[in-house]
């Protein structure tokens, strides 16, 4: 009862604090939304607008993982709350079925397979062998927050998993894009994965026989998950420039001396990204709800005819893959 009357009082927030952004409030909780489970629903309304937005890459998912290792590793889940709003928000097993899996969890540890985050669960203290992954993606808006039980509703409420000291893990999604599985076979989500980008397995010989096979634009090959895992539109653009490479050239037409350098440049990227702890450009923030500070030192993404920083050429814009792609004419070749 205490997560609703602290639902209720930080709804009034939300809704003054919307009310003045001219946005609609995202989530109330009703009496009747109680499921036969003891858990309870979230009602949603529809958000009146939205703009294109930037989708977390492996630094802000890497982020939110060692945010929440001291915060929730070694905790154990007691209750979960589903908003029947998201009906795709759970892909395997049925909602019902997860809200009534989870609760005795505990969270033993939490890993990242590129833009994925996996916690590894087990049936409690006695046993500690992790047998099933909560394995979670955030696609375009989703976001993972670590609140405590009566801190004020967060908008666009989508799940929650309390845990055993008082404290929450909320899942708020604008877009409802973001998916959750629960499952003893991680390979079955992440498994057609290709190598991600922080792993040390991840060489520049590796990099080269990815590229070798494939015709198609060298940012086409970076942001396919299959191939390499992590990278989205922000980062391959940034890696790409440091690299001096043409997002448009055939993957397979890079030299031995190119994908060194491409190598080396998605490394230094993510390595700037990670110690300001991500991009926000609107949506993505921290567990604890903090924005990242790597949009500000962006060369080339969103800079479309603004001055290249190395040669004051001005950056230029076109499409590959369907996606927008900045770069600069006369630094990448
Ligand atoms: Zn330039």
Redesign the pocket.
């Known amino acids: 009862m205490a997560f609703r009357s602290a639902q209720f009082a930080g709804l009034m927030v939300i809704n003054y604090l919307i009310a003045l952004r001219g946005l609609r409030p995202a989530a109330s909780v009703k009496a009747a939304d109680f499921n036969p489970q003891g858990n309870f629903f979230l009602d949603d309304h529809k958000p009146c607008s939205y703009a294109v937005t930037a989708m977390p890459e492996l630094p802000e998912v890497e982020t939110i993982r060692r945010d929440l290792l001291p915060r929730v590793v070694g905790r154990t889940i007691t209750h979960v709350y589903l908003s029947p709003d998201a009906p795709r928000l759970v892909r395997w097993p049925s909602p019902a079925e997860f809200c009534r899996a989870l609760p005795g969890q505990r969270i033993e540890a939490i890993s990242r397979r590129g833009k994925y985050l996996l916690f590894h669960l087990s049936d409690g203290p006695a046993c500690r062998q992790a047998r099933r992954y909560l394995i979670v993606h955030l696609r375009m808006t989703g976001v993972l927050l670590h609140r405590d039980q009566d801190a004020p509703a967060d908008a666009y409420l989508r799940a929650v998993l309390a845990l055993d000291h008082g404290d929450e893990l909320r899942y708020t999604d604008f877009r409802k894009l973001g998916t959750m599985w629960l499952t003893d076979d991680p390979h079955s989500v992440v498994g057609r994965l290709g190598p991600d980008v922080l792993d040390q397995a991840f060489t520049v010989a590796v990099l080269r026989s990815l590229l070798d096979r494939r015709s198609a634009p060298i940012k086409a090959v970076l942001m396919d998950q299959g191939a390499l895992a992590g990278l989205g539109n922000i980062y391959s653009e940034e890696a790409l420039f440091l690299a001096g490479v043409h997002p448009q050239r055939p993957a397979k037409s890079l030299s031995d001396d190119d994908v060194t350098r491409l190598h080396r440049a998605i490394g230094e990227v993510l390595a700037e990204a990670l110690g300001h702890r991500g991009s926000s450009f609107r949506d993505y923030v921290d567990a604890e709800g903090r924005q990242g500070r790597h949009q500000w030192h962006v060369k080339v993404y969103r800079r479309t005819d603004e001055p ?1 920083y ?2 004051g ?1 001005q950056i230029e814009r076109v499409k590959v893959g369907g996606r927008s792609t900045h770069f ?1 004419p ?2 990448q070749k």
């Open positions: 290249c190395t040669c050429t600069c006369r630094c």
